[in-house]
């Protein structure tokens, strides 16, 4: 196995517990405004009202992404989550939503494809995206999502983007108490933090 | 339930990574070992090396600065100062992170408190000062000398040496968001009050923390200091193991003599972390034990000659050690990690300090200079080293002497700035576990 292989595998070999729901804190990050969205119907929806009085968990995504460890990762980490929400017992508590950076391509037939590849219940996990690259740069900003197109040698748009990836957990009013990345992006862990931050009510 | 439902996302991962097939895992050939798992890696050699320094006056406008040298041997001002950007006034310059997307990068200052945040992102050759935060005692309930900046997702952890009610060594942890703003303080324990570093094992869910000394200390001369019995006496000891997503210590570890920098290992399944002593000269592993705890044991004996910054090659087989005292930096072979075996030193210079490997370990970058009171008048620096044929070759030396004195260094490319171009691929979080 090469180095790169090892170090991949390593960043992927969560082995511990999380600590019990409720017996630590998550302080607030900050507050993320309420946004109009176009999601995989094409219709309007508003992020206020997917999420009101709900613990969200959002990603931002493009469905092109081919960087293996993050927009499908996202999506698989998201798809696990889903379940365990389900067996919780938590789905009428928790909403899941993923935004995609790629106003111009990830279309509503795009995203409901995509949808369907990670198996989403519509009534748990929502796809959007925003309707125009101004009101895309104000969601990315809210939430403090990195974004950067990728050229080429001659300065052509490769339909790639640089980003981090990041997963927001956002309490019922809007605050964002915990952002994962790859090298934390448990479901155990994220179930923990959304029962933590129900508990609070 | 936790570890199975983990597993299912790495299995269904790994899985797709099959079925995605073609190309293999993507290389990431060149970063620093030594930062957060957290922190994307840019890929290929680094075009620059950011350099927090030290103001010195009537050294230029004897500001502290953030310093940009070109580091990629094909360009024309290799080894070259390419760009300055003062911040106004001394601050007791030390060290300096990145934020969780490598797009800002965060520099504090160890006397003033003060927190420099520079984007180097919009124009990854010149660093501009976009935030300062003068009010990280007050926001964090009395917390003096930040240190080490630490990316978590969204946010900046920040290691404190002191405290504003004695300038002792009773400190803690800070969190900002990437926002700056202040979230909160996470004090030391009481049996274990002094911070250092700090360091995230995001597989473990373990946080490490280590041991220096109060203000009153570290910005008294160090002549004076070390004639004071007492105020010797007044250096932390330990290293404490932290439930890192709880933020709450697990166990404290004696390690005495100060232990500083700790470096986890970076492949899987090597569950242990380094650390050296500053006043006992020890290489340190911090180790987990069959129960699931964690021990320290002492595996080279480095000498007194003040131990100071480590770096970590990217296969775990070796340890960097920088030592003030008599400027060397040593290599330890620690592929046996509880045996450490001096494999090769040099002669760096007067008041080494900083030492960095890159990601793909062939090349090895140090800087002088520890603290403002406790250099001696020298020639300042930083020195790049390549290994060739087994051995470390001097590549280039830059004089900071115009500039100030050289502290920590931070790893730029020109692949993260706003036209991020094909063939230097996008900053990634696949590599993200070769810089704890």
């Not at chain 1, 990315?140 to 052509?156: A, H, I, K, M």
């Given at each position: 196995?090469s ?18 729901a ?32 709900k ?19 996202a ?41 369907r ?8 996990w929502r ?12 969601v ?17 748009f ?13 309490d ?30 | ?58 050294v ?33 310059a ?17 006397d003033t ?27 964090t ?31 803690g ?14 004090w ?18 373990r ?19 070390t ?12 290293v ?36 050296a002593?500053?006043l ?32 970590i ?12 005292g ?8 620690v ?8 494999v ?8 080494a ?31 790049a ?18 500039v100030?004195?050289?502290h ?13 171009q094909?063939?230097t691929?996008?900053a ?9």
């Open positions: 196995m180095l790169e292989e090892e170090f991949v595998k390593g960043v992927f070999s969560p082995s511990f517990t999380p600590p019990p409720g017996t630590y804190e998550l302080p607030p990050l900050k507050r993320v405004s309420g946004f109009v969205l176009r999601d995989d119907t094409g219709h309007r929806v508003s992020t206020e009202r997917l999420t009101a009085g613990v969200t968990v959002v990603s931002f995504i493009y469905t092109a992404c081919p960087e293996r460890l993050g927009c499908p990762l999506s698989l980490a998201l798809q696990s989550l889903q379940t365990r929400v389900r067996e919780e017992g938590l789905a009428g508590r928790v909403a899941l939503l993923s935004i995609s950076f790629d106003v111009g391509r990830d279309t509503p037939a795009a995203l409901a494809k995509y949808a590849l990670y198996g989403a219940d519509r009534r748990l796809f959007a995206t925003a309707p125009s690259e101004h009101a895309l740069d104000g990315l900003e809210s939430y403090g999502q990195d974004r950067t197109p990728v050229y080429d040698e001659r300065g052509r490769t339909g790639r983007y640089r980003h981090v990836l990041k997963v927001f957990l956002v019922p009013d809007g605050y964002i108490r915990n952002v994962y990345s790859a090298g934390f992006l448990v479901a155990d862990l994220v179930v923990n933090d959304v029962k933590t931050v129900l508990m609070e009510r | 339930m936790s570890t199975r439902s983990a597993t299912r996302v790495v299995s269904a991962f790994f899985a797709m990574v099959l079925a995605l097939g073609a190309g293999g895992l993507d290389p990431a050939r060149a970063d620093e070992t030594c930062q957060s798992p957290f922190l994307p890696k840019v890929t290929g050699q680094e075009d620059y090396i950011y350099v927090w320094t030290l103001g010195v006056k009537g230029a406008d004897g500001n502290d600065s953030m310093v940009t040298v070109d580091a990629n041997p094909t360009s024309a001002t290799y080894g070259k100062i390419v760009h300055r950007a003062p911040v106004p006034g001394q601050h007791e030390h060290h300096a992170g990145f934020t969780d997307d490598r797009r800002f990068l965060w520099a504090g200052g160890l408190s003060m927190i420099f945040v520079f984007d180097v992102a919009s124009d990854p050759a010149r660093p501009k000062l976009v935030k300062t935060i003068s009010t990280f005692v007050k926001d309930g009395g917390l003096v000398g930040p240190h080490t900046f630490y990316p978590l997702p969204g946010r900046m952890l920040i290691s404190a040496l002191s405290n504003a009610q004695d300038g002792g060594g009773r400190t942890l800070a969190e900002y968001s990437n926002d700056g703003k202040f979230i909160r303080t996470i030391m324990p009481k049996d274990a009050p002094y911070g250092y570093d700090v360091r995230v094992n995001a597989n473990l869910n946080m490490l923390t280590s041991s220096f000394t109060g203000k009153k200390n570290y910005m008294r001369p160090f002549g004076e200091l004639k004071d019995a007492e105020a010797m006496k007044q250096f932390g000891g330990s404490v193991v932290w439930d890192f997503h709880a933020r709450k210590p697990l166990q404290i570890l004696n390690v005495p003599g100060a232990p500083l920098e700790l470096r986890w290992a970076l492949l899987p399944n090597h569950n242990y972390a380094f650390t002593t500053a006992t000269g020890q290489l340190v592993l911090i180790h987990q034990q069959a129960d699931g705890t964690w021990a320290a044991k002492n595996i080279a004996e480095i000498g007194p000659n003040l131990p100071v910054d480590i770096s090659a990217p296969d775990d087989s070796k340890i960097y050690v920088n030592s003030f008599d400027g060397t930096l040593r290599v330890y072979d592929s046996n990690p509880f045996e450490g075996k001096l090769e030193q040099i002669k760096l210079g007067e008041m300090n900083m030492v960095s490997s890159s990601w793909d370990g062939k090349r090895l970058y140090a800087t002088n200079s520890l603290l403002a009171k406790w250099d001696k008048p020298s020639d300042y620096w930083l020195k080293y390549a290994w060739e044929d087994g051995k470390l070759v001097a590549k280039f030396s830059t004089d900071f002497n115009a100030g004195r050289a920590i260094m931070n790893f730029g490319s020109k692949s993260m700035g706003p036209r991020a094909r063939g691929p996008p990634r979080v696949s590599a993200n576990v070769a810089s704890r």
